[in-house]
């Protein structure tokens, strides 16, 4: 690959240009999701948060959003937004319990709940209708 032969801005450029000319959401993914590998090994974070922020908001079947989540709140985590990237751990345990990543999220979750202390922001409760039928 270009990343290998060191001609990382190369390999960058033509990534971007498959992200903007795909018009499927599959290719365009995994276009992004190299990217943002590129961007993680160069310590870019923010940028690999904006791609993989795009991944989740158009999913396809090559890059389940559960994944996508669980990166994406590692990279957030990278950026020192630790608030958001919990925010997002829990999100994986809840949308995706069972899964793999919901069982990975679940050790970061305690892992920044624990890091975080009382400044870690509370679960969101749950919508009056399903607080109603709690109490129920």
Do not use: F
């Not at 158009?58 to 919990?86: H, I, K």
């Not at 829990?90 to 899964?99: D, F, I, K, L, N």
């Not at 999220?105 to 039928?133: I, M, N």
């Amino acid at each position: 690959s270009l990343i290998e032969l060191d001609r990382a801005e190369d390999a960058k450029q033509e990534l971007q240009e498959a992200i903007d000319e795909a018009s499927w959401a599959d290719v365009k993914n995994l276009a992004r999701n190299a990217l943002a590998q590129v961007a993680v090994a160069e310590n870019d974070y923010e940028q690999a948060v904006q791609l993989y922020e795009q991944i989740v908001a158009e999913p396809s079947a090559n890059l389940p959003v559960d994944m996508a989540l669980l990166r994406l709140a590692r990279n957030l985590e990278l950026t020192g937004n630790r608030q958001e990237a919990l925010s997002r751990y829990r999100q994986v345990t809840s949308e995706y319990a069972g899964s793999p990543s919901a069982t990975a999220a679940q050790t970061e979750v305690r892992r920044l709940e624990s890091l975080l202390g009382k400044d870690a922001l509370p679960e969101e409760a749950p919508a009056d209708a399903e607080a109603e039928e709690l109490d129920s």
